[in-house]
């Protein structure tokens, strides 16, 4: 029998796996230079124009894609198949594929509760999604500011410095005690470029995803079209995750039992930690 230390190291490095193919880039990685705060209407109307964009525009609040994944292992870098199914308000369904096509890796959260699967070790975690956790999960990856439940706790809102151009840094908190998010919104283009996730009270972040480029999508309703990431790049301390959405498409509704896993046959079932991202809102 494993000794608690093993096992929880083992459990660990399972959730670290696609947790690193979920979100991050070096968590070492430096923060922009900035320049003079940004002050009375013109910041007014940068942060209602940056929150406007955590609501996504009518038949764009689903989001399905096959993704392509590029991960460090002890071998070099491997490349992953897989598909993301993701649905607002903090619905997730991350999956990623063998060389022959059997799921691998599998995490579904429906805002309450998440599923990790490691078929490998026929072992499967579960638990709670901390407040404001899942939700955060779907904003970070579909590039949307993570909302929160009431006003953001503003904590700098600064022009970028040079060499960026058109840029700002908008960094808040949804809490007192909860995480900051430090990001990069481009004022040209109306995008997020990069956001930093850090806990409270911490210089280095927990991670940092890169928007290296969108694409539109046809709305659901056919009468607008949907921004969602193309290239992501991202990282915890184990390395670099570049991430490709292929052949996205959005609007369509999934069911809430379909962000669940069932138990498989012969695995075993254990508790996962309750702090799921260290998100909050």
């Known amino acids: 029998m494993r000794a608690a230390g093993g096992a929880q190291r083992a459990r660990g490095r399972a959730l670290a796996v696609l947790l690193a193919t979920t979100l991050a880039l070096l968590a070492g990685c430096h923060r922009l230079e900035v320049g003079p705060p940004v002050a009375g209407g013109e910041r007014q109307a940068l942060l209602d124009r940056f929150f406007r964009l955590a609501a996504p525009p009518a038949g764009c609040a689903a989001l399905d894609a096959d993704l392509t994944v590029s991960a460090p292992s002890w071998f070099g870098r491997r490349i992953f198949a897989g598909y993301l199914l993701a649905q607002e308000p903090a619905f997730a369904k991350i999956v990623l594929l063998a060389p022959l096509g059997q799921p691998l890796a599998l995490f579904a959260t429906d805002g309450r509760t998440y599923q990790y699967v490691d078929t490998p070790r026929r072992r499967m975690w579960r638990g709670r999604m901390t407040d404001g956790g899942a939700a955060a999960l779907y ?3 579909t590039g949307r500011p993570v909302g929160c439940a009431g006003d953001p706790l503003l904590r700098e809102v600064r022009r970028m410095g040079a060499p960026v151009d058109s840029g700002y840094l908008i960094a808040y908190q949804c809490r007192p005690d909860g995480p900051r998010y430090e990001y990069w919104f481009d004022g040209r283009t109306a995008r997020v470029r990069r956001v930093r996730l850090l806990a409270n009270g911490a210089e280095k972040p927990l ?12 709305a659901a309703s056919g009468a607008s079209s949907c921004q969602v990431p193309a290239r992501l790049r991202l990282a915890l301390q184990r390395g670099v995750v570049d991430i490709a959405l292929d052949d996205p498409a959005s609007g369509q509704v999934s069911r809430p039992a379909d962000f669940r896993i069932a138990v498989p046959a012969g695995y075993t079932v254990e508790e996962g930690p309750a702090q799921f991202l260290g998100a909050g809102g």
């Open 207 to 218: 991670f940092t995803v890169t928007y290296e480029s969108y694409q539109q999508v046809e």
């Open 139 to 141: 904003a970070l990856l």
